[in-house]
């Protein structure tokens, strides 16, 4: 498991991570299968155990552009947790994907019904996930149009 996929697991606390598991639901996708598209009902999210998600986005003209790639560990999806519940980017299993899928509507219930339950699951999303989705979308960015040798730093100083 990556350091980043760890982090979305271990960054709970025992209980709220048991929990939370146990609203998972294992999955099994193939090599090609499309998650989601952009615009589209954000009904579910998944933990990746196994495999390749890549993230893209819709760009006239050009087709799918692929803005991140997701593997072992990592969490797809967040945009379940804000209104309007609508998936920013698409999705689709570069390889076969085995994971932890999650419905929406009840975790969501359970983050209402429960205080600390629902601030640990909202740090840790906005912490883990959120935080590195942007990180990565600035990095992809300074590839497609900024000066050569933008990428050398992040603001703060710390790399891309």
Do not use: K, N
Not at 35 to 56: M, N, Q, S
Not at 145 to 160: K, N
């Amino acid at each position: 498991m990556t350091a980043q996929g760890r982090r979305i697991l271990s960054a709970l606390a025992p209980e709220h991570r048991d929990r939370l598991l146990g609203f998972a639901q294992d999955v099994s996708l193939s090599a090609g299968v499309r998650l989601f598209e952009e615009g589209g009902t954000a009904d579910r999210f998944w933990i990746i155990r196994t495999g390749i998600v890549v993230l893209d986005v819709h760009e006239p003209g050009r087709g799918a552009m692929v803005v991140e790639t997701l593997g072992e560990g990592e969490l797809l999806g967040w945009s379940w947790l804000f209104e309007p519940y609508r998936w920013h980017l698409g999705a689709r299993t570069r390889s076969d994907v085995e994971a932890y899928e999650f419905d929406a509507h009840l975790v969501r219930a359970a983050i209402d019904d429960d205080a600390a339950f629902g601030l640990a699951v909202t740090r840790c999303v906005a912490g883990v996930a959120i935080g590195r989705r942007l990180r990565a979308a600035r990095t992809r960015l300074l590839d497609l149009y900024g000066p050569p040798g933008s990428r050398t730093a992040a603001p703060g100083g710390e790399a891309p």
